[in-house]
C-alpha cells in the first residue's frame, strides 16, 4: 500500500480584513472598518475643505477635525468626524455657521460606509512607536521621508506605506493631540500620487510652514490645493512629474504662490513676487477718501479751439437732453449723421433720479461721445454711449455739500451797472446747436476767474448777466466787491 505524504505548509502569512468586532479565526486581525461619523454639507462642491473648516470654528469657538474630506457627485461635500460629540457639535451648526462670503453651511446626518479600512491596534502601536522616533522635538520636524525602508516598518509583519490610505489616516489619528508641536515634515521619496489621505493631516497640525514633498508622483497642481490650509513658507516639490508641465520657471512659481501666497522659499531658492499696484482696496474699512487711488489725469485736448467747442456742444446738448420739454429733446435727432472725419470725446459727470413717494437716487455716469465737425464751429453726433454707476457714500456726501452751498448763497444783488447772482439753469433757455460764438463765453469765464479769483460758475454767471461783456462784468464785480456784497463762496479757495 503506497504511502501517501502530506505536502508541506508553504501557504505565506497574509493579512485578512475583518468587518466585524469579532473574528472566529484564531490569526490576530491587522485591520477593521474605521470609524467615525459622517457629515454632509449641502451644495459645498465649490466650497474648499479650509473654508468649510474656517467657518465651522468660527461658529463653535472651537476647533475641528473632519478627515476624508470629498466632494460627491450631487455638489455636496461628505467629511468625517473621530468622537460623536464633536459630530452632533458641527450638526447644531447647520444654517448658523456662515462661510467669510456671507454663506451659510447646511449640514445633514446621511447614512454610508465608512471611508477606508483601518489598521487594528497593533499595527497602530508600531506606528506610533516609529513617528516618536522620527520627530525632533528640537526643530519640530517630523521625517517621514522614504517611510516604507524605515528599519522597524521593514520588520513589521505588515507592509506599511505612507501612500496607503489606511496608514496614512492612522498617522493622522496619531497625530492629532500634538500635532500642533508639528512645524515642518518630509515626506520625500514615498510614491504619493494622490493627496486626498496626506490632506487629513491638515486639520491636526496646523502649525506646519515647511513641507518637502520631493521624488513623489504628484502629477498635478489641483493635488497640492488639497494641502492649502497650510500656511507654508517652505515648499519643496520640483521633482515631481507635473512640473513638466510649465513652460517656465516664472510660470511654475507662480503657479506655487497661487496656491501657497506666503511662500518664501521654493525647492531652496528664495521667491520673488511679483510687483503689484496697490491700491490700498486690500482694507475693507477703508472709506473713498482712505484709498491710495492712482492720480487722475486732467482733460485733454489738442488745442484751446477744440476744447471751446467741445464745451459749448456739451452745454448746448445737455441743455436738450436735461430739459423738461419733450420739444427740447427732440432737437437731439437732428444732431446725429453717419457720414465725416469723427472725433472722440467723453464727459462724467453725476445726476439724480426722481421717484414719487421714494427717496431721490444720485447716480454717476460717462458718456462718450463720436462727433464730426460740419462747419468750423459746428459739431454733429455720429454715436455716443453712456455708463451710469452707484455713487459712494463720500462722493455723495461731497456733492451734498457743493449743493448746499450753493442754495445758501444770497438769492441776488441787483445794482445798475450789474449784479451777482447765485448759478443757476434758467428753465428758458433756447438752444440752437448750428450757432456760432464769436468769442468763446467758456474763455471769457475762465479769464475773469483767474483775475477776480471768482468761482467759474460765478464768473459765467457775472458775464451772463452784464450781456457778456467782459469790461462791464469786471466793472460790476469791483464795485460790489467795494461794497461787501460779493458772498465769500463765490472765491475759489
Not at 472725433?343 to 455716469?365: A, Q, R, T, Y
Not at 462791464?472 to 464795485?479: S, V
Request: net charge neutral; proline share 4%.
Amino acid at each position: 500500500m503506497a504511502s501517501r505524504m502530506r505536502r508541506p505548509n508553504t501557504n505565506v502569512y497574509r493579512s485578512r480584513l475583518v468587518y466585524g468586532a469579532h473574528s472566529s479565526s484564531t490569526n490576530q486581525p491587522t485591520t477593521s472598518r474605521s470609524s467615525g461619523v459622517r457629515r454632509t454639507v449641502r451644495n459645498g462642491k465649490d466650497l474648499s475643505g479650509s473654508e468649510i473648516i474656517a467657518a465651522l470654528e468660527d461658529f463653535l469657538k472651537s476647533p475641528v477635525h473632519p478627515f476624508c474630506i470629498s466632494n460627491l457627485d450631487n455638489s455636496d461635500v461628505t467629511f468625517y468626524v473621530r468622537k460623536s460629540e464633536e459630530g452632533s457639535a458641527i450638526l447644531s451648526a447647520s444654517r448658523r455657521a456662515t462661510t467669510s462670503s456671507g454663506r451659510k453651511l447646511i449640514i445633514e446626518t446621511q447614512s454610508a460606509s465608512p471611508p477606508c479600512i483601518e489598521l487594528v491596534d497593533s499595527d497602530k502601536e508600531v506606528l506610533k512607536q516609529v513617528l516618536d522616533s522620527l520627530f525632533c522635538a528640537g526643530t519640530h520636524h517630523l521625517n517621514l521621508g522614504c517611510f516604507s525602508q524605515n528599519t522597524v516598518i521593514r520588520n513589521h509583519r505588515e507592509y506599511m506605506p505612507v501612500n496607503r490610505n489606511s496608514v496614512m489616516l492612522a498617522i493622522a489619528t496619531l497625530l492629532s493631540e500634538q500635532g500642533g508641536l508639528i512645524h515642518s515634515i518630509d515626506l520625500s521619496n514615498n510614491r504619493l500620487r494622490h493627496l486626498d489621505y496626506l490632506a487629513n493631516l491638515v486639520s491636526f497640525t496646523r502649525n506646519v510652514i515647511a513641507l518637502d514633498l520631493n521624488e513623489n508622483q504628484v502629477d498635478s497642481v489641483d493635488e497640492l490645493r488639497k494641502l492649502s490650509g497650510w500656511k507654508l513658507s517652505q515648499l519643496n516639490v520640483k521633482q515631481n512629474p507635473f512640473y513638466k508641465d510649465f513652460k517656465s520657471e516664472s510660470e511654475y512659481h507662480r503657479a506655487m504662490l497661487s496656491v501657497f501666497p506666503q511662500l518664501t522659499l521654493l525647492d531652496g531658492v528664495p521667491v520673488v513676487k511679483e510687483e503689484t499696484v496697490n491700491f490700498g482696496l486690500d482694507v475693507p474699512t477703508a472709506s473713498a477718501a482712505q484709498i491710495n487711488w492712482p492720480p487722475a489725469l486732467g482733460s485733454f485736448l489738442v488745442n484751446d479751439e477744440l476744447k471751446d467747442l467741445l464745451i459749448r456742444f456739451f452745454m448746448e446738448y445737455y441743455s436738450c437732453f436735461d430739459s423738461t420739454e419733450t420739444s427740447q429733446r427732440e432737437k437731439l435727432l437732428h444732431a446725429y449723421t453717419k457720414t465725416g472725419d469723427l472725433i472722440g470725446c467723453c464727459m462724467n459727470g453725476s445726476l439724480k433720479m426722481i421717484s414719487e413717494g421714494e427717496p431721490d437716487v444720485f447716480l454717476l455716469f460717462t458718456r462718450s461721445f463720436i462727433l464730426r465737425r460740419v462747419t468750423a464751429q459746428g459739431l454733429c453726433i455720429e454715436n455716443d454711449m453712456i455708463n451710469v454707476r452707484n455713487v459712494s457714500e463720500e462722493e455723495l456726501r461731497s456733492y451734498t455739500t457743493t449743493v448746499q452751498n450753493a442754495l445758501n448763497a444770497p438769492p441776488q444783488v441787483n445794482q445798475q451797472i450789474g449784479q451777482i447772482t447765485s448759478p443757476s439753469v434758467s428753465n428758458n433757455t433756447s438752444v440752437n446747436l448750428g450757432s456760432q460764438v464769436a468769442q468763446s463765453p467758456v474763455a471769457m469765464g475762465e479769464l475773469l476767474s483767474r483775475e477776480t479769483n471768482l468761482r467759474l460758475e460765478w464768473a459765467m454767471k457775472c458775464l451772463e448777466d452784464n450781456g457778456w461783456q467782459y469790461n462791464d462784468a469786471k466793472n460790476a464785480f469791483l464795485r460790489l466787491l467795494e461794497q461787501g456784497n460779493v458772498p465769500p463762496q463765490a472765491f475759489r479757495n
